[in-house]
């Protein structure tokens, strides 16, 4: 994002930029022409900001808006509870500092009105993106369809960054100031909406579970980090061997054994190896322990009790992009249904089981795929009927299921695994589902049926839902 912000510096001088009126209300964005371009900005900041053709300034942050300004201090938890707040799913920002990280879309240094409406402009295609998502729902999904909207308007992973002023090291800046960003993209994962990929392991203090820790070794006795690495040695004659300096004496060797003078390497004595000395307490040992101390509660976790947490990079898939197009997370879908509409994870291990049963009793098995053309849809109902549609067509098919299907739905998109089924009887039972729709349904919707055998289940498993 920052050699967005190099470019618009460069761009923003030059004579001729087109005021954003004129070119938000061609047709490129598909802006109607009395559409205005909604700007939040906080506190009492948008005084300073220039008047530009097309762009209306919002001060409440509940109203719908398409872009956030930040043209003064931007305190990433008090960003945090904006975007909380907004019905966008993940709003756009212009910042003027770069203490937002990766969320600022645009970091601007000249908020002129020539400079502001080229940086309003080069950022409008991913507000076009943006306001194509179903607003967020009302409850506990919130957090994790941003997370998931970030990822898809931005075309980008979800990347973690090492954070040294932070007690878990870690951060997330694109969901920067939400609190359990972590407990968030961890259940994702788990629901098969993103893949994970691994970015480091962290040591966890066991008092306060902070991960700013300092690895040292210490001393097996008294714990003391004051040691000192030194040379033994081997006295030949009376076999005595000890450390070094307590042979040391005025210019020579002496054993504190015999009190023999130790005069030849390799003759008289010699060094077979190295140990710790702990300064505190005088203890020799040849391994220390291995301690981290806590730079937040200043104790000490001993490194073989020391537990860890282990961070992850987070890429969107399939199924999380028809998570955000719907608006929903899978996972709400089936709570309250009973157990016939079934979480994503539920049904992967039903299916599974299925699958490893149909081949080894060589009972058929098959699954279907019923999809809803939603982009047709919303063409004729609007994004929001779309959602609602939607959620009446799993209704419907969860309704139309025989007793043994396992069936999950998700978005735009229902799940039907058919045990005791063959291909051609499942054809027979998903168009059953399908007319059930049809019938219960309406604008007529364009839908298509796919039917998988065990092995395309097989295949399936393995790629779509990891
Ligand atoms: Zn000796
Ligand atoms: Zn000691
Ligand atoms: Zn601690």
Redesign the pocket.
Known sequence: MISAAQQIRLVAPADGVAPVSSVVDDTLFFRKPEAKLRCFVEGGSWRSLPALGGVDYELDPRADYDLILLPSDADPFAIGRLLGQANSPAPVIISRYETLGARADLVLWDWSAQSLSTAILSVMPVVTRVSELPRKPLGPDRNGLSALALAYTRDCSLAPLLRPDDPAVVAYPLLSGVSNARDILEELADAGLLRRRFFERLHICQHCDSSRLHARE???????S??TEQSLIHHYECGYQAVQTSFEADNAYICPKCRRELRHYGVDYDKPGKVMC??????TMTEPEVEFLCLDCHRSTSGDHASFRDWYEYDLLADGIVAVKSGRLPTADSVDDAGRGRTLRDFRLLVTHSVSVAKRTGRPLCAARLTVDTTDLANKIGQRGAVSVCEMLRDVAVQSLREQDIAATLGDTVLVCMPETDEAAGKVAADHIQRAIFAAVRPKLKMTVEIFSVPQIDQFLKTVWQ
């Not at 210490?218 to 003391?224: A, R, T």
């Not at 702990?278 to 203890?283: H, K, S, W, Y």
């Open positions: 210490v001393c097996v006795k008294c714990h003391s004051h040691l702990c300064n505190a307490c005088g203890d």
